[in-house]
T-cell receptor
Framework: DTGVSQDPRHKITKRGQNVTFRCDPI?????LYWYRQTLGQGPEFLTY????????KSRLLSDRFSAERPKGSFSTLEIQRTEQGDSAMYLC???????????FGDGTRLSIL | AQSVTQLDSHVSVSEGTPVLLRCNYS??????LFWYVQHPNKGLQLLLK??????LVKGINGFEAEFKKSETSFHLTKPSAHMSDAAEYFC???????????????FGKGITLSVRP
């Protein structure tokens, strides 16, 4: 059990640029979740996958955001035309199945200049 | 709908004294409840979970929490604080019986625990 891995740990970019984050879940974990955490707040749910199927998206996930999990293993989260308000920590979590505890990665901190 | 209220945003204790971090929840179903801890610039680590078994739940690092349905509370306690306990603590609820929830976690705003030498 090597834990959830996220890359990069930090991303600094200019407003209007596109960014992509990667999450590698714990192997054999079917469920993968993305959360966003802004300063001084708890994480907020963005979206989740059951294997390769994206089953739910939060209203927080505007059309500039897209997430994929093409082979049911790693996942990517892309933000197009970044805005100042996108600055946050993006956290990935995985679980073996529904109702099992979610294990979190260390997150990707996005800073928009 | 599910929600969590952590009324205290900051708690400060002396090393060796007890810790009490309060949490109240709202849920339409029988909830699963969790406490997670987050150290600076790190991800979240699960401290303990309640899933309708024993109401007193023991977790890692000497923490425990008691589920009280009548008070809709799930307070986190530790008998003796250690310097390494200084971190952000999140109370979290999940509604496993709510098909619409899909086991997504709903977090409170978090409590910053400071430990004085």
């Amino acid at each position: 059990d090597t834990g959830v891995s996220q890359d990069p740990r930090h991303k600094i970019t200019k407003r209007g640029q596109n960014v992509t984050f990667r999450c590698d879940p714990i192997s054999e974990h079917n469920r993968l979740y993305w959360y966003r955490q802004t300063l001084g707040q708890g994480p907020e749910f963005l979206t989740y996958f059951q294997n390769e199927a994206q089953l739910e998206k939060s209203r927080l996930l505007s059309d500039r955001f897209s997430a994929e999990r093409p082979k049911g293993s790693f996942s990517t989260l892309e933000i197009q035309r970044t805005e100042q308000g996108d600055s946050a920590m993006y956290l990935c979590a995985s679980s073996r199945q529904v109702n099992q505890p979610q294990h979190f990665g260390d997150g990707t901190r996005l800073s928009i200049l | 709908a599910q929600s969590v209220t952590q009324l205290d945003s900051h708690v400060s204790v002396s090393e060796g004294t007890p810790v009490l971090l309060r949490c109240n929840y709202s849920s339409s179903y029988s909830p699963s409840l969790f406490w997670y801890v987050q150290h600076p610039n790190k991800g979240l680590q699960l401290l303990l979970k309640y899933t309708s078994a024993a109401t007193l739940v023991k977790g890692i690092n000497g923490f425990e929490a008691e589920f009280k349905k009548s008070e809709t509370s799930f307070h986190l306690t530790k008998p003796s604080a250690h310097m390494s306990d200084a971190a952000e603590y999140f109370c979290v609820v999940s509604d496993p019986q709510d098909a619409g929830a899909n086991s997504k976690l709903t977090f409170g705003k978090g409590i910053t625990l400071s430990v004085r030498p």
